[in-house]
């Protein structure tokens, strides 16, 4: 697949804060890419200055041959953009609204109607075409949001958070949306909900204080970050040196760390490499020693503790 | 240009759609009204010259209101956001909500034609300076309705944007009343600042290139600076 958004050494600050920062990464044709971060990491700025929204301080982002400073109309018309929350003119009747978009998107009047109602099935808001956005639950206002980026049938899709204050019904039925679009669109959304990313993404691009910090599949990302899965630990009457030292020539084992000590118990987890089980290996070398085994289980890293050890350690 | 017409006709209709727009003409044309006919009756005579002398410091407050929600109301509710991101530039986007304004002001003015009708039928009115006073008044609209926008892509706040247009404009209205304060040198400058001035000009009914080379300086120097303020927000 070609690479359809080349983003290179893209910095915005705003006065003095540094939103983005130098960040820089590429997106192929078709991939569905979702951009993860804590609050204020720079998602939001970064897919503004996407959609030509913003001018970034310095850096550049191609579409195909077309840079955000000279072909800002023409990468316009690839992209539909949903911002987060889908501000959209409250005085307005949802069918009025769809149709003033697609009199901005140059959609021909013959074809309006026809493309309004596709839409209106896709995103099931056939109910309220004509009732004012105002009057809208937020799910609805999403729909909306979302009908109005695909008017145009782009080819890009940019989505800000787009089940953010939904509830959980509202958030299967927008994430469904997504997925079907997905099938044949280069779809790009920021996300707090990480089992959604991990459902619907590609690809994940996590952002801390405007640096990516990791950028790839969830796959890629939990081996990059070292080790697939953790052993949690408990033992009794031990001490935490000893183990450790007892434990740390087993080659297969990336990091032994201690989690609590008191009380005689000492808690703590060791991260292993996803293909190798060593459990046997460990359970062998504590029995060697005087300890007594409290507690020996294992937990897959999540992407969830990835993204918390990311964006804490940043 | 086809977006500005999107753009021109989505904002024209927002106005009629809030009772906003029938207040603001109500208030309108009760204050004109009033103070044109409580006088009219003692001056006996068959025109609108007092209609025309009281038109600017009442546009000063009218026209910021009508203008004060076009760019902070989009940028407070995040609208602009949707609105910029679609294939429009930022000229559409401003002459689109310019001539909205504009056309507001036009559809505020049209009753006020029944004055010189009903006064026509109580003597012979001439018909030269109400012609100019139209032309003039739609002229100095066109200006003020330019400061209005502009003071509008300032703040996300509607009070304020108002606060903001309706000080500019009555600065425009005014100066020319207080060139007593000013030294001899820059009278004729500060004159030529003042709308009032070249609107007095217009609505005798005599069309003067300056006049219009005015309201036409004005309108264009604001619409530009709305411009930079937009971009500057990128």
């Known amino acids: 697949m070609r690479n359809l958004i080349k983003i290179s050494e893209l910095t915005k600050y705003y006065d003095n804060v540094c939103a983005v920062d130098n960040i820089s990464f590429e997106i192929k044709k078709g991939e569905i890419v979702g951009l993860l971060g804590p609050n204020g990491a720079g998602k939001t700025t970064t897919l503004r200055i996407l959609t030509c929204y913003l001018e970034p301080t310095s850096g550049n982002v191609t579409f195909d041959n077309l840079n955000i400073y000279d072909h800002s109309l023409e990468i316009k018309r690839l992209v539909g953009y949903l911002p987060e929350s889908a501000p959209i003119y409250p005085d307005m009747l949802v069918y009025d609204y769809l149709k003033f978009v697609a009199n901005i998107r140059g959609i021909e009047s013959k074809n309006q109607d026809n493309r309004i109602k596709e839409l209106a099935d896709l995103c099931e808001i056939n109910e309220v075409m004509h009732k004012s956005v105002f009057e809208l639950s937020k799910g609805y206002k999403q729909r909306v949001g979302l009908a109005h980026a695909m008017m145009s049938d782009p080819e890009i899709l940019v989505l800000d958070e787009p089940t953010s204050g939904l509830d959980p019904n509202q958030i299967i039925d927008i994430r469904n949306i997504i997925k079907e679009i997905g099938k044949k669109k280069t779809v790009i959304f920021s996300t707090h909900i990480l089992s959604e990313a991990e459902a619907t993404c590609d690809r994940i691009v996590i952002i801390n204080k405007g640096k990516i910090v990791a950028d790839g599949s969830t796959e890629e990302i939990k081996e990059k970050k070292g080790g697939d899965y953790l052993i949690n630990i408990s033992l009794m009457n031990g001490r935490f040196d000893d183990i450790k030292r007892t434990l740390n020539n087993i080659p297969e084992i990336k990091e032994v760390v201690l989690k609590n000590n008191k009380d005689k118990i000492i808690d703590f987890s060791i991260s292993c490499k996803a293909k190798d089980d060593v459990r046997p290996e460990i359970y062998r070398r504590i029995k060697e020693t005087d300890c007594i085994l409290l507690e020996f289980h294992t937990e897959s890293r999540t992407l969830e503790t990835i993204f918390r050890e990311l964006t804490r350690e940043n | ?234």
């Open chain 2, 1 to 234: 240009m086809k977006n500005f017409l999107n753009i021109y006709k989505r904002e024209f209709k927002s106005y009629f759609v809030s009772p906003i727009a029938y207040i603001v003409i109500s208030i309108f044309l009760i204050i004109t009204g009033w103070f044109f006919f409580s006088t009219f009756f003692l001056f006996g005579q068959a025109e609108l010259r007092n209609f025309f002398s009281l038109l600017p410091i009442t546009f000063s407050f009218i026209i910021p209101a009508i203008t004060m929600r076009l760019f902070s109301e989009e940028i407070h509710t995040g609208s602009y956001e949707l609105l910029y991101t679609m294939p429009v530039t930022g000229l559409d986007i401003i002459l689109g909500k310019f001539f909205s304004a504009l056309f507001f002001i036009i559809i505020m003015l049209l009753p006020t034609l029944s004055y010189g009708i009903f006064i026509s039928f109580l003597g012979d009115i001439d018909w030269g300076p109400v012609l100019g006073g139209y032309i003039g008044a739609i002229l100095m609209g066109a200006a003020y309705a330019s400061v209005g926008l502009f003071a509008s892509s300032l703040t996300r706040n509607q009070v304020i944007a108002f606060i903001i247009g309706m000080a500019f404009c009555v600065f425009l209205t005014l100066i020319d009343k207080m060139l007593f304060f000013l030294p001899e040198r820059l009278l004729n400058i500060f004159q030529y600042i003042g709308a009032d001035f070249h609107f007095q000009n217009i609505s005798k009914g005599v069309i003067d290139s300056r006049d219009i080379v005015y309201f036409f300086s004005v309108s264009f120097i604001m619409l530009f600076a709305t411009g930079i303020v937009i971009q500057r927000k990128k």
